[in-house]
Structures are given as C-alpha cells and as structure tokens.
C-alpha cells in the first residue's frame, strides 16, 4: 500500500494538474469521442456488444468513457480529461501490479514510475480520448496471466483471457494484446520442453483462449455482419493491404506504395531513438521522439540483459522460485516489445503513431527499468563485501537518479508541446474555450465565417468545423458557418460572435461594418492569426 501511495503521489501532477488549460491544444479527435459518447448514450438502441457507426470501433468504449465523466459532472472538456487521466493513473498502478509479480517491490516502484513518467502515456492520458483503455486492459490481463501460470491457477488465466476479450470493446489497437499472449504461451514450452510444462501450457492456452473467445464473440459475430464496416478501417491500417499501402503513401509522400512500405519501416525500426513525432497527429510534439534519449538507450541495453538472463534461466520457467519469476518476467518484456515492435514497424502504417505505441510500454520500462538497476550494479560493483549495505543504499540512490532524470527530461518534453500551446495558441483550443465561457448567454448566435477557400481551421469539412465549434456552445445557442463572401449580408437576430482569420477579416471588414457597425474585435491567438469579432446592438 505503502508503493501504491508513493505512485498517486508522484504521478498526480502529471496527469491531474490544470486539465482544463494544459495542454491548451485540443485535437479534433477530442471533440468526436465526446460527441460520439453523447450520441450513443442518449440513443435508446445502442448494441453495448456491437459496433458502431465511426469506422466500426466498438460503441462499448465511447459509452464507457461517456458514463464515466457524466458521473463525475458532465461529457465536457474538462470531466472527459479527468475520465482519461485517472485510466492513466491507473495504468500505473497496474503496471507496480505486474512488474511486482517478478521483482521486490523497489524494483517494481521505479519501472512503474519509468513508465507513468513517459511524456506520450500522460500527455495523451490529459486529453479527453479513450487511447489509454487498450493499455490499461493489456496490463491488466497480462498480470491476471502471470499470476495465473505462477499460482496455477486456472481461474486467474481464464480471467486473463476474458480481460483480453474485453480489450476488444476498448481502444482499437488493443487487440494486439491477444497476438502478444498468445506468442507468450507459445514461447515458453519452446524455451522450456520439459514434458510437464508442455502438458500444463497446453491447458492454460486453452483456458485462456476460451475466456477471451466467450467475451469477445459478440464484437466479432458483429463485425462479421457488418464486414465492410468494420474491417473497411482494418484494411487501410496494415501494410499488407492495398488500402494501408495507398494510406501510407499519401502519409509519407512517396512516390510508391513500396516506397512508402519502407519509408514507414524506416520511421518504425528507428522510432524509440529518433525525434520523430507523431504521425498520428493526436500529440505532435515536434523535435521529440515516442520516449526519451536516456530511456532509449536503456532499452536496448535491458533487452539484451533480459535475453541473457532468460537464456540462463529457462528451465526455470514456471518454477515456483526467484529464477522462475525473474524468467517469466523478462519472457513477457521480450516477446511482447519484439511483437508490438516489430508490427509496428513492418505491418502496421502510420509509424511511429504515439496512442497505438502506447500499448508497448510496459514492455519498455520492464527493459529499460531492469538496464538501470543492472547499472546501478556495475557502478556500485567495487564496494567491499563490509560496507554492503552501504552498496545497497548507494544502488538505491544512484537508480532514483536515473529515475529521476528520466522523469525530469519527459515534464521537459511535454512542456514544450505546452509552449507551442500558450506561444501560438491553437485554433480548435482557443475558439472552443471562447465559446465555452460564454455558454450560458441564451439566445447567442456563434458564426464561423470560412469556405474552401478561407479556411478557419487546418483541415476537416464544413460539417466538422460546425460540430467543433459546436460542441462547446451552450443548449440555447445556435452555430452557423457562413461562407467568407455572404459574411456582410448576414442576418442575425440578436448579439452574435463571428469567428475568422485574420486575414480573411482584412478583406471583408469595410463590408461588414456597413450592416454591423458596433462591434468589437478580440485576438483568440497571441500572434493575432485567428479573430473573434463581437457583435452587439442593433444593425
């Protein structure tokens, strides 16, 4: 209890600490899972089992995230964030859970913590999304697994593949962790034959399997009746369709589809030691990669003690002793990293995509957790056996550096996503908290003047941008999108808000003030790019 303790402690800032405001930038993606969540609460047929209408994801999640923060005061901006960073903080949490099943708990404290300091795991945990359920399942039947092989217990195994079928009503990406168990029970009679371990893994794989299939049968039955919906998604994600080909060559910009296949092998097998920022576009913090300089060396360092170590030790696989745990837990680092590594990289498109990646960092703080305490060993190695516990202390001391260090340089990498946000605004952010704290005005009418050619915001349609806007408005107001040239005739009752660029606003102001004469002018971003023009009294 005592870790447990430390862990809320450390980790609430990160993830808890000014939702509403930081980071300022607010993705698209935020706005349609709360949309998404409204919709499918207050319809009266929505198949909880079943999928639904946005790419075939499953409705369970939207709805589960949704209930969430409606209990906590509303699906908004700031309730949906708090729902989103306590699954975070709650991965966490798991994580101690599961790396104490293998190491004393000091060792199973700062790889949990090596983990909740990832500045991709809490920057996207602070969004109002629902990335982080995949992650929180995966550790969560990984650990039930453990427990189960360890124990031998059927039951515990058999939940493990029953959360392993709930993680297919979770985050999409989230069903990796069925292909990451799988090649787990696979791996262990082919490291340990002995006739006894092959007997038992045979049943604890059919017990697992049959937990996860009794769950997960309702959203495969689904999908299967609605097969262009739901795998139409599928397919533009993995390499090995036309469709992901085609999406990764419009990603990439090159000029083939094999062209673009290696591009994202490239990006993939390099992405735990290079800068590159999110091709998913959920959290593009340029100049940074998925983890930190200090955390990418210390993996590849971890994995090759791991492999050693298991080497060593795998006879003593699912023996009841210390080797055995320490071999069942560098077992699950090495093969669930090789296998979300290696998808990533040679499958699946879009890479490095940061909320799909999210799912492999257990795996990498298990490995680089267990490089920096095997550090810790070497520099502390020429102490005397007399001043051992002084070794002890000083092993201790030197790894909660590391730790801290880690922890220091990821809130450094955040912060400067935080910069970008508080420097240059951003334009989903700034106009969504503008109309936010106006919501209760009755009767206000908010006009978006934009078109094609005028476009308020980066990308997206119209109907898009009516519904980003939108969201944020009060249930008494209305929200228009009004293209640039019908902006000076534009006809509204009562006291409404124009929102426009700048440099849009230069071209049609002379107009504007012809019909509209009283109004008053306010900059939504510091660098004056995005304008909300405020009109009050009568024409």
Same mark, same amino acid.
């Given at each position: ?5 430390f #862990?809320?402690?450390a980790?609430?800032p990160?993830?808890?600490w ?5 980071p ?32 075939g ?5 939207f ?7 409606e209990?906590?005061?509303?699906i908004?901006l ?6 989103h960073?306590t699954?975070g ?24 913590v090596? #983990?909740?300091?990832?500045h ?11 990335e982080n ?8 039947a990984?650990?039930?697994l ?8 059927r ?8 959360t392993? +079928?709930?993680?297919f009503?979770?985050?999409? !990406?989230?069903?990796? *962790? ?10 262990? !009679?082919l490291l ?10 045979g049943?604890?794989? &059919? $017990? ?29 994600q993995?390499? $090995?369709?036309?469709?992901?080909r085609k ?11 094999? %062209? ?16 590159m ?22 993996l590849?360092?971890?994995f090759?003690?791991a492999g &050693? ?23 699950i ?6 296998t979300?590594?290696?998808?990533? *990289?040679?499958?699946?498109?879009k890479?490095?995509?940061?909320t ?6 257990p795996f990498?703080?298990?490995?680089? %957790?267990?490089?920096?305490w095997?550090?810790?060993? =070497?520099l502390?190695?020429?102490? &005397?056996?007399a ?20 922890a ?6 955040f912060n400067d ?22 919501k209760?005005a ?5 006009? #978006? ?11 997206g ?6 519904d =980003? ?20 005739s534009l006809?509204?009752?009562? +006291? ?24 008053e002018?306010? =900059? ?7 304008l909300a023009?405020?009109?009050? +009294?009568?024409r």
């Open positions: 209890m005592l870790a447990v303790a #862990l809320l402690l980790m609430a990160l993830y808890w000014r939702l509403y405001s930081t300022w930038q607010i993705n698209s993606d935020e706005i349609t899972v709360m949309l998404v969540a409204k919709r499918l609460i207050a319809a009266p047929d929505t198949d909880l089992l079943g999928i639904g209408s946005i790419f994801f499953p409705s369970a999640v709805v589960f995230v949704g209930r969430l923060a209990g906590l005061g509303g908004d700031y309730h949906s964030r708090l729902v960073s699954l903080v709650g991965c966490v949490i798991l994580a101690y859970g599961l790396f104490r099943q293998f190491l004393e708990p000091l060792r199973a404290g700062t790889l949990a090596i #983990l909740g300091a990832n991709a795991l809490f920057a996207i945990s602070r969004m109002a999304m629902r359920t995949g992650l929180f399942l995966e550790i969560l990984l650990w039930l453990a427990r189960g092989l360890q124990r031998r217990s039951a515990e195994v058999f939940l493990g593949g029953a392993t +079928g709930v993680a009503y979770a985050y999409f !990406p989230a069903r990796i *962790a069925l292909v990451v168990v799988v090649a787990l029970l696979f791996s262990i !009679p340990n034959a002995r006739r006894e371990v092959l007997k038992v893994m049943g604890y794989t &059919a $017990i697992f399997l049959i937990g996860w299939a009794l769950v997960a049968a309702p959203v495969m039955i689904a999908s299967r009746a609605n097969s262009t919906l739901a795998f139409a998604y599928t397919r533009q993995f390499l $090995i369709f036309p469709e992901g999406l990764e060559q419009d990603w990439t910009g090159e000029k083939t589809p094999a %062209g673009a296949w290696k591009a994202n092998i490239r990006n993939g097998m390099t992405m735990f030691n290079s800068r920022h999110d091709q998913g576009y959920i959290y593009p913090n340029y100049k940074h990669g998925f983890v930190d300089p200090i955390t990418g060396i210390l590849w360092l971890g090759i003690v &050693a170590r298991l080497l060593r030790n795998r006879t003593e696989l699912l023996s009841d002793t210390e080797k055995g745990a320490t071999a069942l837990g560098d077992l680092a090495l093969v669930g990293f090789l979300i590594y290696l998808s990533s *990289a040679l499958v699946i498109t890479a490095p995509n940061y799909r990646l999210l799912v492999v960092l990498v703080s298990y490995l680089a %957790g267990i490089a920096l095997k550090m810790a060993d =070497w502390t190695r020429g102490l &005397a056996d001043v051992g516990r002084a070794r002890q202390t000083m092993r201790g001391a030197a790894v909660c550096t590391g730790v801290a260090l880690v220091l340089w990821n809130i450094s990498i996503f935080v910069a970008v946000g508080r420097g240059s605004g951003n334009d989903v952010g700034s106009t969504g908290r503008y109309v936010e704290a106006r209760n009755a009767g206000y009418t908010w006009v #978006l003047a934009a078109d094609k050619a005028n476009p308020y915001f980066s990308w349609e119209v109907w898009q941008w009516r =980003w806007v939108g969201f944020f408005a009060g249930p008494n107001q209305n929200m228009l999108v009004s293209p640039l040239a019908g902006l000076s006809n509204v009752t009562g +006291g409404f808000t124009v929102f426009i660029t700048n440099a849009a606003w230069q071209s049609v102001e002379a107009q504007f003030r012809l019909r509209h004469p009283l109004y002018v306010s =900059w939504l971003t510091p660098d004056s790019r995005l023009v405020d009109v009050r +009294g009568p």
